[in-house]
């Protein structure tokens, strides 16, 4: 399960609010992941995933709306899932 990214990666969102959101994306997170461990479904972070990729390289990651990613960012996302994935699959009997 993909955990909330950093939303304060949302550069059309002036600031303070990018921070307030990098904050409450931050707590969301956190708790998607501790619901997830304990339903027995393996978290994935997001913000530690790509979220230096979309911090980064937002013109690349990002669709023309800055506020979906764009392919790209969809592939990077999808391929940071595919471990817990793979592990979910290969411990099932």
């Known amino acids: ?20 959101l990098s904050r409450l994306s931050r707590r969301l997170a956190i708790a998607q992941a501790r619901v997830a461990r304990r339903e027995g479904a393996r978290p994935v972070s997001l913000r530690h995933a790509v979220g230096r990729l979309f911090a980064e390289e937002p013109d690349r990651m990002f669709s023309a709306d800055r506020f979906h990613p764009s392919a790209q960012g969809y592939r990077r996302t999808a391929e940071a899932l595919v471990p817990a994935l793979a592990a979910e699959w290969s411990a099932r009997p």
């Open 1 to 20: 399960m993909g955990t909330c990214p950093d939303l304060g990666a949302l550069r059309p969102v002036p600031q303070p609010l990018r921070t307030l």
